[in-house]
């Protein structure tokens, strides 16, 4: 079982940054994929950002590309995602997911096994 704890979230006013961190229980090759999904009130939650650890690829929608970057770092099991030019509409409880296993379907988080209990995200105009 893999746990993941994520942290960093908070409040900040359009155009600003936040950095969040999602820490894995276990080494991060066991891990084939990590996103970052996010869900706001009354909304279906939607794919943000992968990365897949052994290529480094990473994986963006038109609506936060440009302006997120996902990264990782294997000593620490840490998977992040920079957020800057924040828009009201980013809005939302931002959760990490892992997968163990190759999907081409990053996007969609029925292709991510672990999840964590979410940071919620509030950008003010």
């Known amino acids: 079982q893999v746990q993941l704890v994520e942290s960093g979230g908070g409040l900040v006013q359009a155009g600003g940054s936040l950095r969040l961190s999602c820490a894995a229980s276990?080494?991060?090759?066991?891990?084939?994929?990590s996103g970052w999904f996010r869900q706001a009130p009354g909304k279906e939650r939607e794919f943000v950002a992968a990365?897949?650890?052994?290529?480094?690829?990473?994986y963006y929608p038109d609506s936060v590309k440009g302006r997120f970057t996902i990264s990782g770092d294997n000593a620490k099991n840490t998977v992040y995602l920079q957020m800057n030019s924040l828009k009201p509409e980013d809005t939302a409880v931002y959760y990490c997911?892992?997968?163990?296993?190759?999907?081409?379907?990053?996007?969609?988080?029925?292709?991510?096994?672990?999840w964590g209990q979410g940071t919620q995200v509030t950008v003010s105009s």
């Open positions: 997911a892992a997968a163990r296993y190759y999907s081409s379907s990053y996007y969609s988080d029925a292709s991510y096994d672990y």
């Open positions: 990365i897949r650890w052994r290529s480094g690829n990473t």
């Open positions: 276990t080494r991060t090759f066991s891990i084939n994929t």
